[in-house]
């Protein structure tokens, strides 16, 4: 595109319909490129935004994971002790903490866990090819 450009203008001719058109033709040549690092530009975005959320959905993935385990332990570890009528109030918050969903809770009310992030990716992707 440049050797374009060069032949182009370093043509010197005093036309002015000639002038003109290569006026035209530079600005088109410029908008262009301008065009083509914008797009790059968002596609770069757009991968570094998919990228950094299926980071955090997969380190909330694990943090959920790890606190299921430590949840079950700790109802385990509960169930040996003798005096269970103490215990009883954070049994039930242990197991209601066990039975709920985790995950980024839209304004709508869906609730995006890592499950359904790579189900909806996968069937984008698919439907764009």
Do not use: P
Request: charged share 20%.
């Amino acid at each position: 595109m440049y050797r374009f450009q060069d032949l182009l203008f370093n043509n010197n001719n005093n036309n002015e319909q000639i002038n003109k058109g290569k006026r035209w033709m530079r600005l088109q040549l410029n908008t262009l490129n301008q065009d083509y690092i914008n797009l790059q530009k968002e596609i770069l975005s757009y991968v570094a935004h998919i990228g950094l959320l299926s980071v955090l959905i997969y380190n909330c993935s694990r943090i959920e994971q790890l606190n299921r385990e430590f949840l079950k332990t700790n109802q385990k570890c509960l169930h040996f002790l003798n005096d269970q009528k103490m215990f009883c109030l954070l049994d039930s918050l242990t197991r209601i903490m066990l039975e709920k969903v985790t995950g980024f809770i839209l304004f709508n009310g869906n609730v995006i866990t890592s499950r359904t992030f790579i189900t909806c990716l996968s069937n984008k992707e698919s439907s764009t090819l």
